[in-house]
T-cell receptor, first 115, second 114 residues
Framework: AQTVTQSQPEMSVQEAETVTLSCTYDTSESDYYLFWYKQPPSRQMILVIRQEAYKQQNATENRFSVNFQKAAKSFSLKISDSQLGDAAMYFCAYRSGGSNYKLTFGKGTLLTVNP | GAGVSQTPSNKVTEKGKYVELRCDPISGHTALYWYRQSLGQGPEFLIYFQGTGAADDSGLPNDRFFAVRPEGSVSTLKIQRTERGDSAVYLC????????????FGPGTRLTVL
């Protein structure tokens, strides 16, 4: 079974600074997808960024980028120019590349942005 | 367009009672998922529907939990003889039937069993 580990229960960053959230995973599969989701206090999970395992290039979405190290099974999220609205729980998630689309989540990292 | 909706947003019940939680997916989405999120934890998979059938129900914790999606749209998660340990936020998500497509989540139902 796949597992996802987020070793940082909490992180904080100053507004406009950069922060990196860590995620490692364990799988025997070669085809899979990785995701970062944001969950604000409203509970609504919002997709931040996704990475296909077969792609060597790291995904980027505006201020959000990932560092995907397939051999090390590491998938960190970098948030640049942090904004107050970035404050939330962040979850790393794994999905197999097969026909079962269920997500396996880590325990999350609570990000605080200080003004 | 409308997103995934879940009703009720909060449900308080007594130990031993039966509850139903409803999920309305985005129109046209053939895949529907239920997850359970306990306090301080990430969501845990419960069950996944592709159309009307349960493609994977391996995450249901025991036979007190059951879910249906009779017409391939709305889904209901049913919990019999509720226990205090069932207290959690129950999240529903939907997606088009493609491995690439993201799952769109609803706001969840917070279930409290007294």
């Amino acid at each position: 079974a796949q597992t996802v580990t987020q070793s940082q229960p909490e992180m904080s960053v100053q507004e406009a600074e950069t922060v990196t959230l860590s995620c490692t995973y364990d799988t025997s599969e070669s085809d899979y997808y990785l995701f970062w989701y944001k969950q604000p206090p409203s509970r609504q999970m919002i997709l931040v960024i996704r990475q296909e395992a077969y792609k060597q290039q790291n995904a980027t979405e505006n201020r959000f980028s990932v560092n995907f190290q397939k051999a090390a099974k590491s998938f960190s999220l970098k948030i640049s120019d942090s904004q107050l609205g970035d404050a939330a729980m962040y979850f790393c998630a794994y999905r197999s590349g097969g026909s079962n689309y269920k997500l396996t989540f880590g325990k999350g990292t609570l990000l605080t942005v200080n003004p | 367009g409308a997103g995934v909706s879940q009703t009720p947003s909060n449900k308080v019940t007594e130990k031993g009672k039966y509850v139903e939680l409803r999920c309305d997916p985005i129109s046209g989405h053939t895949a529907l998922y239920w997850y359970r999120q306990s306090l301080g934890q990430g969501p845990e998979f419960l069950i996944y529907f592709q159309g009307t059938g349960a493609a994977d129900d391996s995450g249901l914790p025991n036979d007190r939990f059951f879910a249906v999606r009779p017409e391939g749209s709305v889904s209901t998660l049913k919990i019999q003889r509720t226990e205090r340990g069932d207290s959690a936020v129950y999240l529903c998500a939907s997606s088009p039937a493609s491995a690439y497509n993201e799952q769109f989540f609803g706001p969840g139902t917070r279930l409290t069993v007294l």
